[in-house]
């Protein structure tokens, strides 16, 4: 295991305060910890691809890293109190 | 070990370890717009840390570039996200009459 695998596994258990949260924790607060989450597992595979020497990783990071935004904006947008409202 | 292989082991440490102290803030706070406080540095200063040292291991290659694009996605879109989020909690809290400091 090289330096990049090593920063990728500890930055993996960073999910298991989130997933915590998420069990436990109010709508809003599962929210944050969904957001949190999002990042770390992009920055998961960008280390992952750096650390397997696998240049189509980086793709997957930059995949997930672009569909996060609008996935966590819907979620935000049918969360609101005021949804479906004119 | 180069001179190299130290930044990037430092780059390394410094991002893992505000990440992990961010998602130990996440956890430990109670309040919801505490919580949101600590998705910040994880994306200012965890993000930019970590691509840096993919930067440098790469060179400005296809790879390189990649990583440089997935931070600059990753700086933008989180602030909209984290604004949007503390918005969505200050209309919540209006409408439920709810003391928003206690959130």
Redesign the interface.
């Known amino acids: 295991m090289n330096?990049?695998l090593w920063?990728a596994t500890?930055?993996l258990?960073?999910?298991?305060?989130?997933g915590?949260?998420c069990l436990r924790a109010?709508l809003?607060?599962c929210?944050?910890?969904f957001?949190?989450a999002s990042?770390?597992s992009?920055?998961v595979m960008?280390?992952l691809?750096?650390g397997l020497h696998r240049?189509e990783l980086?793709?997957l990071?930059?995949a997930s890293?672009?569909l996060?935004?609008p996935g966590?904006?819907i979620f935000?947008r049918f969360?609101?109190?005021?949804h479906g409202r004119a | 070990m180069a001179g190299h292989d130290i930044v990037i082991s430092m780059l390394l440490a410094f991002g893992v370890g505000i990440e992990l102290l961010c998602c130990l803030g996440l956890w430990a706070m109670r309040r919801t717009f505490d919580r949101l406080h600590y998705v910040g540095p994880a994306v200012v200063l965890g993000t930019p840390a970590l691509v840096a040292a993919v930067v440098i291991e790469e060179g400005f290659s296809s790879a390189g570039a990649k990583a440089f694009t997935i931070a600059v996605i990753l700086l933008l879109s989180g602030s909209v996200v984290t604004h949007a989020t503390a918005r969505a909690i200050h209309r919540a809290s209006m409408r439920s009459g709810e003391d928003e400091r206690t959130r």
């Open positions: 330096v990049w920063a500890v930055l258990l960073g999910l298991l305060p989130c915590i949260l109010g809003w607060d929210l944050i910890a957001e949190l990042l770390i992009v920055l960008l280390l691809a750096a240049p980086y793709d990071a930059l890293a672009l996060s935004f966590t904006l935000i969360l609101e109190p005021d």
